[in-house]
């Protein structure tokens, strides 16, 4: 089925631990995003890329790198995973900007 | 700092109810505005996308209205039916700022049959 594919869909860190999560859409959108979803302050974005082979920092960049490896695929790192970073975390993606917003099922990560 | 707003955090209304959910936004400068719902567990789907110039948009029994000067943006659920029942999104692209869109937290709709 096309859309948005999101890996894995749960994960437990150590904290000091450090990983990545994958995220890949088949709809040749041009525009990807990953936000995190925590209860009470709803979705917020960490990283969006525009195009291929760009990226910029969204409201809550702090303690994750990200890499648009081609236009279907848009990685999101945590370098050194903090209890502070447990949230679901999903992908988005766009046809420019606004229109097509399709998110993918987020990944549940829980950091110890 | 442009914020976004869904009162009430939940509502349950019984099957067949028309209903509104209410959205107010901080900054009226807004370039448009989208309705998402989310499935528990699941991940967010696009219902309606409103652009400033618009006042409305319609997609079977939803229907989005767009009141910048007020802050406001509503969405009507017509004949509400269980399969209705999700939480409800929505979020706004400012004008100025750096970020794409702001989500508010949710309305969580139950539709009792």
């Known amino acids: 089925n096309a859309g948005v594919t999101q890996t894995p869909k749960f994960q437990v860190l150590k904290t000091g631990q450090s990983m990545t999560l994958q995220c890949a859409q088949d709809m040749n959108h041009n525009s990807m995003y990953w936000y995190r979803q925590d209860p009470g302050m709803g979705l917020r974005l960490i990283y969006y890329?525009?195009?291929?082979?760009?990226?910029d920092k969204g409201e809550v960049p702090n303690g994750y790198n990200v890499s648009r490896l081609n236009k279907r695929e848009f990685s999101l790192r945590l370098e050194s995973a903090a209890p502070s970073q447990t949230s679901v975390y999903f992908c988005?993606?766009?046809?420019?900007?606004?229109?097509?917003?399709?998110f993918g099922s987020g990944t549940r990560l829980t950091v110890v | 700092k442009q914020e976004v707003t869904q009162i009430p955090a939940a509502l349950s209304v019984p099957e067949g109810e028309n209903l509104v959910l209410n959205c107010s936004f901080t900054d009226s400068a807004i370039y448009n505005l989208q309705w998402f719902r989310q499935d528990p567990g699941k991940g967010l789907t696009s219902l309606l996308l409103i652009q400033s110039s618009q006042r409305e948009q319609t997609s079977g029994r939803l229907n989005a209205s767009l009141d910048k000067s007020s802050g406001r943006s509503t969405l009507y659920i017509a004949a509400s039916q269980p399969g209705d029942s999700a939480t409800y999104l929505c979020?706004?692209?400012?004008?100025?700022?750096?970020?794409?869109?702001?989500f508010g937290t949710g309305t969580r709709l139950k539709v009792l049959a």
């Open positions: 979020a706004c692209r400012f004008t100025s700022g750096t970020y794409k869109y702001i």
């Open positions: 890329s525009a195009s291929e082979g760009t990226t």
């Open positions: 988005a993606s766009s046809v420019d900007g606004d229109y097509g917003y399709t």
